[in-house]
């Protein structure tokens, strides 16, 4: 077949045969007789190797010229600006969306050929280019404002390819893929962040805020920029809201959908439901990260800590319980300000399962988690009729019905692109370690971040519990827990009971007994 045909054959291309034998007879002329046709054709052929990619997913910043087949769905206005130079004549851009069967990318048109893509309103000079248009194109790939861009240096209709996309005008998170722009979803509110702010490379201040947001398919963190941060302080949980103009990057082997200076999220009146899938407590292991929920049996109060950077963390703990067990979960960052109180039904999403105080396994919710109050059970102390109905009642509170779980997660941090040193402004617990117990004191040293040791400086009351009963106690409080034990609170204290009494959530009791421990051997209740 000869080496030309023969170097082709090993080529993975769209590139025809005989473009291929016209690019290595010209290489042949160019170099003046310092290659023949094998050298010349295995420079062609790795100039193309270099060039295609598989898909537009393949496409990354730092690539030399690619070479790319795609589908146009969606043509923006052509746009005028001035150059630097005095002389120099106004430039043109217009921005195309094009797509294949891997993703979705922004190509860039310049001057001329944006001109003969789009046309010129000026002069009624039509555009060439409608949506659904194949092209075939070859640009430098740049990281854009809108994630991964090309600028194109060629780019030429291809009236016999095919590529095979179903164009949408809205999203599910299903259906969302890396390098997916102009992106319209509508979702559930799940968790709210707050808006901070971080300094740029170039010195200017940016602002940054994060949602969590879902719908029957999953859920995905959305990211909001600059101007649009401050939308999160206009939304509250269970707020159902579209996305408009959002574009899809990943953070840490997850999708992230973000939102810059031409998108929007605004409230709708459509009802859109969330239903998470849980692990059961029993059956969690360590080195698992997970989706856990359950009744909350025990809170602790908020402990700060210094970090080896001079920054200061907090963390809280609150104890989840199930029908099938129960774990103690550490709050971490923002997550510490969560309004969390007994007998809440709480869902805990990207929960890191580590070993924790005296061998205990416990949870870890650090940036990537979100944790979400789902619903109050303040009004579910209704009386049981006997002792089954009355268990099977405590452990639909302390569990939270895990059918009925359907709202709320919890978001916490930024990301470092968009041309920002936004790592400085999230929270650094995105790899938290051992979490404090609430029996830790003051002083005690609590898990960093970054697995360092760290000393808190506000904490639970210093000292090694004790296995010595206190002195006889009485205490009077409502049962928020039936079980075994049972919890009493009386608006301001919760204390821990050991009782073989039948109580039912929502009674006021008194109990009268020793305290080891801070639990309460009761005996007598009335």
């Known amino acids: 077949m000869g080496v030309i045909a023969d170097e082709y054959e090993d080529l993975d291309t769209d590139v025809p045969l005989e473009e291929f034998r016209e690019a290595v007879e010209d290489k ?79 190509v860039s048109m310049w001057d001329r050929q944006a001109v003969s893509a789009v046309g010129d309103p000026e002069t009624d000079q039509p555009g060439e280019l409608d ?85 029957p398919t999953g859920r995905i963190r959305v990211t909001l920029w600059d101007e649009q941060a401050p939308l999160v302080e206009e939304f509250t949980d269970d707020d159902c809201v579209e996305i408009v103009d959002g574009y899809v990057k ?32 029993e059956s969690v292991e360590i080195g698992q990260t997970l989706d856990i929920a359950g009744g909350v049996i025990e809170t602790d109060s908020k402990r700060t800590f210094d970090r080896d950077d001079g920054s200061e963390g907090q963390v809280r703990n609150v104890r989840l319980r199930d029908e099938t067990g129960d774990i103690r979960v550490a ?39 979100t944790v979400s109050v789902l619903e109050s059970d303040a009004d579910t102390g209704a009386t049981a009729d006997t002792a089954t109905a009355e268990s099977e009642q405590a452990a639909a509170a302390a569990s939270g019905g895990l059918s009925a779980f359907s709202e709320n997660e919890e978001s916490d ?15 650094t617990s995105s790899t ?22 760290e000393t808190a400086t506000n904490g639970a009351e210093a000292g090694t519990p004790s296995s010595e009963p206190d002195d006889t106690v009485e205490f009077t409080g409502t049962v928020v827990q039936a079980g075994s034990p049972v919890i009493l609170d009386n608006g301001t204290e919760t204390r821990q009971v050991e009782t073989a009494a039948e109580l039912r959530l929502g009674e006021e009791v008194t109990v009268r007994g020793a305290a080891t421990d801070g639990t309460i051997d009761a005996d007598d209740v009335f």
């Open 432 to 453: 938290a370690a051992a979490t404090a117990s609430p029996e830790a004191a003051g002083g005690e040293t609590v898990a960093a971040a970054d697995g360092t040791a």
């Open 331 to 369: 709050l971490w960052g923002e997550k510490a300000d969560k309004e969390i109180e007994l007998a809440d039904r709480v869902l805990v999403t990207d929960a890191e399962i580590q070993d924790g105080y005296q061998d205990e396994l416990e949870a870890s919710a650090g940036w990537q988690s």
């Open 131 to 215: 949506v659904g248009d194949v092209l075939r194109i070859a640009g430098r790939p740049k990281e854009g404002y809108n994630g991964v861009e090309v600028s194109v240096d060629k780019a030429e209709p291809d009236e016999e390819a095919e590529v095979d996309v179903d164009l949408q005008d809205s999203y599910r998170v299903e259906d969302l893929s890396l390098g997916l722009s102009d992106v319209n979803l509508t979702g559930q509110i799940l968790d709210v962040g707050s808006v901070r702010t971080f300094d740029r490379d170039d010195g200017s201040e940016g602002q940054v805020s994060n949602l969590s947001v879902g719908d």
């Open 28 to 106: 042949v002329e160019q170099m003046g007789g310092l290659a023949d046709e094998e050298t010349a054709a295995k420079l062609i052929a790795h100039e193309l190797k270099d060039e295609e990619v598989n898909g537009i997913a393949d496409i990354e910043p730092g690539m030399d010229e690619v070479k790319f087949l795609g589908k146009v769905v969606s043509i923006g206005e052509l746009r005028t600006f001035e150059r630097d130079g005095e002389d120099e004549e106004d430039g043109r851009v217009v921005n195309l969306e094009v797509a294949d069967e891997t993703g979705q990318i922004r």
């Open 413 to 427: 941090t930024a990301d470092s692109t968009d041309s920002a040193s936004a790592d400085s402004a999230t929270e």
């Open 250 to 281: 990943e953070r840490d082997g997850s999708l992230e959908l973000h939102v810059g200076s031409r998108g929007a999220v605004e409230t709708i009146d459509e009802s859109i439901e969330y239903v998470p899938e849980t692990t059961d407590i």
